[in-house]
């Protein structure tokens, strides 16, 4: 899910932050089924630059505190700013059941917790116009990533976010430009505590695979994330 950053609402991180600990990612995947995992950041945590602060569980009280110091006050079962409620849209593709699922679902969370959401299901050239030109105060979407993606196209450049760090920027071109690997962890744990304190996006849920194979398969049958024929030269037929 991305913020729009430009928006009145979403330009204040803590405001995003809050909305990112009232999310219970295990309630969100447990309405979708099989085929899922959970996501804390662009790539899943066996990417060996994961970090485990990218964790974050639910916490009602953290987001509490900071609606509270954002000038948000609870009323009557509904989050007020001077005089105007906490409400916004998240857009999402139609044709995604998948997405609709699990947003249907962030909606509900956000709701019981007093913000008033509401969800855009639009038609799949509707949503791809809507994306293009960011028209949207938060959009369900996803990215087909490979295992080094590109952190700029989320946090770079014209990223559907309308997010800009110079920080970050500062961080993903010493990324890009090292090949030290002990520096690129730690630029890497910069970064995360950038996207920490701000929280441009909140990463849900990833696809998984399965590999079904013959019982009479033996070996050290092992596939993996990276490759599904790893140690295959020690597979055997029984």
Same mark, same amino acid.
């Given at each position: 899910m991305a913020f729009n950053t430009n928006n009145e609402i979403f330009s204040d991180p803590r405001v995003r932050k809050a909305i990112t600990?009232?999310?219970?990612?295990?309630?969100?995947?447990?309405?979708?089924?099989?085929?899922?995992?959970?996501?804390n950041f662009v790539y899943g945590n066996e990417n060996c630059m994961y970090d485990e602060k990218l964790n974050?569980?639910?916490n009602s009280e953290?987001?509490?505190?900071?609606?509270?110091?954002?000038?948000?006050?609870y009323i009557n079962n509904a989050w007020i700013k001077e005089g105007? %409620?906490?409400?916004?849209? =998240?857009?999402?593709?139609?044709?995604?059941?998948?997405?609709? @699922?699990?947003?249907?679902? +962030?909606?509900?969370?956000?709701?019981?917790?007093?913000?008033? %959401?509401?969800?855009?299901? =639009?038609?799949?050239?509707?949503?791809?116009?809507?994306?293009? @030109?960011?028209?949207?105060? +938060?959009?369900?979407?996803g990215f087909k990533v490979g295992y080094s993606?590109?952190?700029?196209?989320?946090?770079?450049?014209?990223?559907?976010?309308?997010y800009s760090n110079e920080n970050v920027n500062n961080l993903l071109n010493t990324i890009k430009n090292t090949g030290d690997y002990n520096v690129q962890k730690d630029n890497y744990n910069k970064l995360y505590d950038e996207y920490l304190n701000e929280f441009p996006y909140i990463f849900l849920y990833r696809e998984t695979d399965s590999v079904i194979f013959n019982q009479s398969l033996c070996g050290k049958v092992s596939p993996n994330s990276f490759s599904i024929f790893y140690n295959i030269e020690k597979w055997y037929r029984q």
């Open positions: 600990l009232l999310l219970d990612k295990n309630n969100i995947l447990a309405s979708m089924g099989a085929g899922y995992a959970p996501l974050i569980q639910y953290e987001a509490d505190r900071l609606l509270n110091e954002a000038g948000w006050n105007k %409620v906490l409400r916004f849209s =998240i857009v999402v593709d139609s044709t995604r059941a998948d997405r609709v @699922n699990a947003v249907n679902t +962030v909606a509900n969370q956000l709701i019981n917790h007093g913000i008033n %959401v509401s969800i855009k299901e =639009i038609s799949n050239s509707k949503y791809i116009e809507t994306l293009n @030109n960011k028209n949207y105060e +938060v959009i369900m979407t993606p590109k952190l700029s196209i989320f946090f770079g450049e014209n990223n559907i976010a309308n």
